[in-house]
């Protein structure tokens, strides 16, 4: 359903937790906090200037040790979720793209322990499950070890990228 | 698992007591170190959701020194050690004597990383420590990692482990302030002490209340 009525409400952040996700329309932004080895992945139309965005913290829900699950924890079910969501918002899934960001790795450590791996992990699992779902990826900022605050705009269709060390940078 | 949902007051008051050690030994450490007064806060034991972990220092996009370590051994878990940057560029400039130095340049001394790096070892050494005396546990720290950088990506390193199990998560959480530095009592350091939900088992075990 298209909204034919051109909002004249100032535009609001919508702000997306730690394994949350959330659906926004144009003028409208939405923003998630102070990713480290999480992810944040924003699918989005750009012909009806709707997005999406869930904050992922783990690969897979087969690492979940729990009866129920919250599926924007996890790359696999988190996708999934956000692209139902997008489909009740109106919009076709074969016309979904995707920007990432995040995966980075906070600490260096000689441990072999696996949850230090895990920024990579999880961007190689978001691909992997953008590829599932036939989700072209358009750009991505993601690894290296610095945590990162990101903004997109359904309008413009860029995700802005804050780091501590390196300000603002636009994908 | 949910090992997490049977803790009770009891319990609840033994991890307030570990964290009551630990940090009143790293206090001390650190008072000797820098030849101030330090003191601490009675500990606080949340349990609590991931969002609102974000809001104990501050929020998910405050900067803040971070020092952080693994446990290993009887008990596993991480441990942090948070220090917002004005309250570290202080003890950093005391400790090597160059009031210059600050975690907010973005080209840091190497004597200053290494002299935080350091002072992240002993507190939470001392910290550990007393914690292992205390209960009896072996204990085993990893050499801790430093990053100054916004507290969410910071903390949520030592969320991954727990958030396999549960969405909430449980905190021992001591604060320790620079006294006489001014008087709003202004909160300058966090102790966050997170056990990996199986921990907690070995944790009542090792201290008769299980």
């Known amino acids: ?171 | 698992m949910s090992e997490i949902q049977k803790i009770t007051s009891l319990h609840l008051d033994v991890l307030k007591e570990i964290g009551n050690i630990g940090a009143a030994h790293a206090a001390t450490a650190l008072s000797s170190l820098l030849s101030r007064k330090i003191d601490m806060r009675v500990p606080k034991v949340e349990m609590v959701s991931f969002n609102d972990m974000m809001e104990l220092a501050g929020g998910a996009e405050t900067v803040v020194v971070g020092i952080y370590l693994r446990i290993e051994g009887d008990s596993e878990g991480s441990m942090f050690f948070i220090l917002p940057i004005e309250q570290a560029d202080r003890f950093i400039r005391r400790l090597i004597g160059d009031d210059l130095f600050s975690f907010s340049n973005t080209k840091l001394s190497e004597l200053g990383v290494s002299a935080m790096q350091e002072l992240g070892n002993i507190l939470s050494g001392s910290y550990l420590s007393a914690l292992s005396d205390f209960t009896g546990m072996k204990i085993f720290p990893t050499v801790p990692g430093l990053s100054v950088d916004m507290f969410g990506a910071i903390i949520s390193t030592g969320l991954i482990e727990i958030s396999e199990v549960s969405d909430q998560v449980i905190v021992i959480n001591t604060s320790i302030f620079e006294e006489g530095f001014d008087n709003r009592n202004e909160v300058h350091g966090h102790f966050f002490l997170l056990p990996d939900p199986d921990s907690f088992t070995n944790i009542f075990k090792a201290l008769g209340v299980g």
């Open chain 1, 1 to 171: 359903m298209l909204d034919k009525m051109i909002t004249s409400h100032t535009s609001q952040v919508i702000k997306v937790g730690i394994a949350q996700l959330d659906v926004v329309k144009m003028p409208d932004t939405i923003r998630t906090s102070g990713l480290g080895s999480c992810v944040g992945v924003v699918l989005y139309d750009e012909t009806k200037n709707i997005a999406g965005l869930v904050h992922i913290m783990l690969p897979d829900s087969s690492l979940a040790r729990t009866e129920t699950i919250n599926a924007a924890k996890f790359a696999n079910t988190g996708i999934k979720a956000l692209i139902d969501m997008l489909k009740l918002a109106g919009v076709q899934p074969f016309r979904l793209k995707a920007k990432i960001a995040g995966g980075a790795q906070m600490f260096k450590f000689s441990s072999d322990n696996d949850s230090m791996r895990i920024g990579p992990r999880n961007v190689e699992a978001v691909k992997r499950e953008l590829v599932k779902n036939s989700i072209p990826l358009i750009a991505e900022d993601t690894g290296g070890n610095s945590g990162r605050t990101i903004e997109f705009n359904p309008g413009t269709c860029l995700l802005s990228i804050r780091t501590v060390n390196q300000g603002v940078n636009e994908i």
